[in-house]
């Protein structure tokens, strides 16, 4: 009975300690703001002017599909070209109720959080939007200089 009250008492840390926050948190109000700016804004209107502000110089993102791309530089480039400049749009909408933000902190200073979720990606032919494929990502934000940056990206799942 005692290690069943130990398993249960450290159940409980646990899923304390690295639970998501409540969507009405001011960090998950930011994170919905982080990726409007890169999503709705940049990627959906074409508008990159400020992913040079929340872009890590070094950005690592992994797509399951388009393989890896590294710098900020190149991200900027690939979404430039691929999505903006080419011949067919391509819109993303996150899907409701899936994103999920969760805070990491350093000696009880925070200095990074962790978004995940879920969206999904419409392409516009025959004159009007038609889904495309529903994926999975995590984001890996951290501060930097006291600025949110996109550090680490993973995009999978795409189905």
């Given amino acids: 009975m005692r290690k069943f009250r130990i398993v249960l008492f450290f159940s409980f840390f646990c899923h304390v300690v690295f639970s998501q926050i409540k969507t009405t948190d001011e ?3 930011t994170s919905k703001k982080l990726d ?43 979404i430039k070209n691929n999505i903006c400049g080419g011949p067919n749009k391509v819109r993303r909408e996150l ?12 000696n009880n200073v925070l200095y990074s ?18 889904k495309g494929s529903r994926a999975k ?15 680490r990206v993973l995009s999978y799942d795409h189905h």
């Fill in 27 to 29: 960090l998950y109000k």
């Fill in 137 to 151: 990502f995590t984001v890996l934000w951290l501060l930097e200089n006291k600025q949110w940056k996109m550090k």
């Fill in 36 to 78: 409007s700016l890169l999503f709705d804004i940049g990627f959906n209107q074409c508008d990159l002017s400020h992913y040079d502000s929340i872009v890590s110089d070094d950005l690592e993102f992994y797509h399951d599909k388009g393989g890896i791309t590294l710098g900020k530089d190149a991200f900027i480039a690939s």
């Fill in 113 to 130: 959080f962790i978004q995940e979720g879920e969206h999904d990606f419409y392409e516009f032919y025959n004159e009007k939007w038609n």
């Fill in 95 to 106: 899907v409701p109720n899936t994103m999920k933000v969760f805070p990491m902190y350093s």
